[in-house]
C-alpha cells in the first residue's frame, strides 16, 4: 500500500461516517498527513468521485453559501472493506518482522 | 539572498488557480474545480496567510488535477494551431514569405495554413472541447465585426481590383498610388494580424471557456488567410494590361470557394 492507498483508505473511512463538506473532509487528513498539502488531498476526493466510489449533492451550509457535500456509495463502501483486508494483511506482515 | 515572496489573498489563490485549471481541464470540469476551490479557499476558518502552505501553489493545484497525456496532446495541437497563426501574422506583415515550394504560388500558403488549422482545430474540438451554457453574447458580437471585416475587406478589393478603376489610373496617374489602393492596403496587412490575433484569442477561449468560441478561430483565421492571398497576389503580379483585365474575375474564383470553407468552418464550430 502507497501512501495514495493509505490516504484513499482514510477519505473512503471518513466518508462512511457520515457525510461531510470539502473543509471537513481534508482537515483532519492534513491534520494527520501533515506532509501532504490539501490540493493533493482534493485531487484523491475528485479522483474516487470520477470512478464512483463518493458522489455529492449541495446543501445548506450553516447561514453560509451551500456547500457540497460528499458522501460514499455502495461501489466505495465494497472498496473501503476491500482496503481495509489490505491495511490488516500488510500490518500483520510487517508486524510479524517484529515492527510494533 | 532570496526575494520574500508575498502571501496571496484568497481572491488573487483562486485567480490563479481558475486560470491554469481553465487551460488544463476540460471547461465543464475546470467549472467544478474551480466552485470546489472557491467553497475550500473561503471557508471562514481559512487563514488567508497560509493558503499557500495548506492547499498548495495553485498551478501546482491545478496540475494534480491534469490528466497529463491529455494535457500535452492539447499542448501539441496548440503549438501548430499557433504556429500557423504566427506564420499568417508574419506574412500579413512581411508580405512574402521566406520559404518556397516550386510547385505552387506563394499566395496559396495562407490557404495551406488555414486548411490545416480548420481540419485541425474541428477535430479536435469537437473531439475533446465542451459546449458550457448558453451561446455567449461576446461570441457572436465578435464573431459579427469578424464577418463585418472580412465583407467589407472583400467588397473593397472587388472595387479596386475592377479592370476600369485600375485603367484609369494607371493610365492617367502611372506614378501615383490612389489612396483607393493604400486603403486597401492597409486594410489587409493590418486586417490580416489583427485577424490573426483574434483567432488566437478564440482559440484559448475555446480552450478554457466553451469550444463553440472556436468560430472565433475559424472565421478570424479565414479572413487572414484571405488576407495572405491578397497580399501575396498583389505582390507577384505585375500590373500590365493582360493582368489588369482579368485580376478581379482570377482573385475572386479563389477568393469565394475560400471564404465559403472558412464559413462552414465556423457553422461546424458553432454546432
Known sequence: MLKKDLLELCLLQLLSQGDKYGYEVLTPLRAAFPDTQESAIYALLRGLGKSGLTSWYMAPGGGGPDRKYYRITSAGQARLEEMRDQWRNMRDAIASFGVE | ?271
Not at chain 2, 475550500?40 to 495553485?58: A, I, M, T, W, Y
Not at chain 2, 490573426?196 to 472565421?219: E, H, Q, S, V
Open chain 2, 1 to 271: 539572498m532570496m526575494k520574500q515572496q508575498r502571501p496571496l489573498t484568497k481572491e488573487q489563490y483562486l485567480k490563479k488557480f481558475s486560470r491554469a485549471v481553465r487551460w488544463r481541464l476540460p471547461p465543464q470540469e475546470s467549472e467544478e474545480a474551480i466552485a470546489d476551490y472557491r467553497e475550500l479557499v473561503f471557508q471562514p476558518e481559512r487563514d488567508e496567510s497560509k493558503l499557500v502552505e495548506e492547499l498548495g501553489e495553485p498551478v501546482q493545484a491545478a496540475h494534480l488535477l491534469t490528466d497529463v497525456k491529455a494535457y500535452r496532446r492539447w499542448l501539441k495541437i496548440f503549438a501548430v494551431l499557433a504556429f500557423g497563426l504566427f506564420l499568417l501574422a508574419k506574412w500579413a506583415w512581411m508580405g512574402h514569405s521566406s520559404f518556397y515550394f516550386s510547385f505552387a504560388d506563394q499566395w496559396w500558403y495562407p490557404v495551406w495554413v488555414m486548411a490545416v488549422g480548420l481540419a485541425l482545430s474541428l477535430y479536435w474540438f469537437r473531439r475533446y472541447g465542451q459546449k458550457n451554457g448558453p451561446l455567449s453574447k461576446r461570441l457572436v458580437l465578435a464573431l459579427v465585426v469578424v464577418l463585418a471585416f472580412g465583407a467589407g475587406t472583400m467588397a473593397w478589393n472587388w472595387y479596386v481590383f475592377d479592370s476600369s478603376f485600375l485603367d484609369s489610373y494607371v493610365e492617367r496617374y502611372p506614378l501615383i498610388i490612389p489612396w483607393q489602393v493604400i486603403l486597401q492596403r492597409e486594410l489587409i496587412i493590418n486586417g490580416g494580424m489583427i485577424c490573426a490575433l483574434i483567432a488566437l484569442a478564440g482559440l484559448i477561449l475555446a480552450k478554457c471557456y466553451d469550444r463553440r468560441w472556436l468560430a472565433l478561430y475559424t472565421l478570424a483565421v479565414t479572413v487572414a488567410a484571405v488576407c495572405g492571398f491578397i497580399i501575396f497576389f498583389c505582390r507577384s503580379i505585375d500590373i500590365g494590361y493582360a493582368v489588369r483585365s482579368s485580376a478581379q474575375s482570377y482573385l475572386f474564383a479563389r477568393l469565394i470557394p475560400i471564404g465559403a470553407a472558412g464559413l462552414i468552418g465556423t457553422g461546424v464550430a458553432l454546432c
